[in-house]
């Protein structure tokens, strides 16, 4: 396989995601010019043993030190791992582990060195995708947005829509495919809504020893707490202008809202706080939506659903509806992009990370 990366036509690029939850890699093949989607390809995840997913939580809220080597270190050898059986790709997209996000200070570090995975994998690799958008005062995230206006276009969208991503955290993207190209002013706002799925995680693996409220179970035994709830929204974070991006632990001490809550009103309060984050944040589209599609675990959650769909205007799906797969929609972003970086197009915009100008982050590393 040549390790040329083509200028023009469309690549099989293969996009590798490792999200704030710290559950695993997940990784998908797009074909794409960079502009359109040509065909979605196979797709793999590689789950984190709970060993590494300490390892990595070590590492969480950290910029430099051993914690953080011994992250990076994990995640190449595990994305080394979850990439070597894809074979006919030709170039890499590697988002990395975010640790630490602090773009008000200029701060983002996504850990593993995408020249060494790179060696490992023989193939071109795209990595360190935020630092520029950050370093040009943008937020530096969320940046699936470009991909989510590309996957507007290939379910042949006309009206405004929602994409809805309900990971650790969460995050919205307006689009109004009606424009022909994703940075032009008013095609997209995109911001991280609130905290999503990780705090429900953090609560009941310290009160519960479980790593998830699967299918909503815990949450649908019991009551959201108001008086918690409207604290939360008080947080002067819902009350800024988009866009706007968060921490995985922000709002780590929300927990703390609910800590003398039975488990069930606990966990049903703090997916309420995400579904609240999202509704408040669904304000601010420059136009009302026809439908939300939602991606990420969180779609898996009825509880978390039926709070979005009792709140919101318009119907709330999750991706598939539309033929899309919302375990490997960021993945396939990062190959997305990665394909956009090698063809010096933007990666990022005003209306997506807030950033001045249009950005095309990223390094290439050829082995
Ligand atoms: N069946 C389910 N029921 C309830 N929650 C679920 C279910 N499946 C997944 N989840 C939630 O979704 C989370 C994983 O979501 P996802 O893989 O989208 O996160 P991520 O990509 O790591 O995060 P981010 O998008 O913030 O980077 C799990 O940790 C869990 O909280
Ligand atoms: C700094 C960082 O890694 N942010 C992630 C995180 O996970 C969800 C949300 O917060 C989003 O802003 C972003 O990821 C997605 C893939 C994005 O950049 O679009």
Redesign the pocket.
Known sequence: MSRAIREDGPIRALGA?S??SLDGVDAAVVQTDGSRIFEFGPSGYQGYTPEQREVLRAGLGQWTGDAVDAAAELVIQAHAKALSGFKEVELVGFHGQ?LA?DPQRRR?L?VGNGAELAQALNRPVVWDF?SDDVAMGGE??????FFHFACAKWIGAEAPLCFL?L???G?LTYVDPSFDKPEQSGALLAF?TGPANAPINDLVQARLGLPMDKDGAIAAGGEVETGALELFLAEPYFSRMPPK??DRNDFAEMIGLVAELGDADAVATLTGMCAAGVVQGMEHCPKPPTRVLVTGGGRHNPVLMEMLRVSLDCPVEPVEAVGLDGDML?AQ?FAYLAVRVTRGMPTSCPGTTGVGALVGGGIVSVP
Not at 140 to 145: E, F, N, S, T, V
Request: glycine share 16%; hydrophobic share 30%; aromatic share 0%.
């Open positions: 995601m999200g704030t975010t996000h983002t996504q935020r530096g995230a969320p940046l699936a947005p991503n990971g650790g955290v995050n991280d991006s968060l960021e972003a």
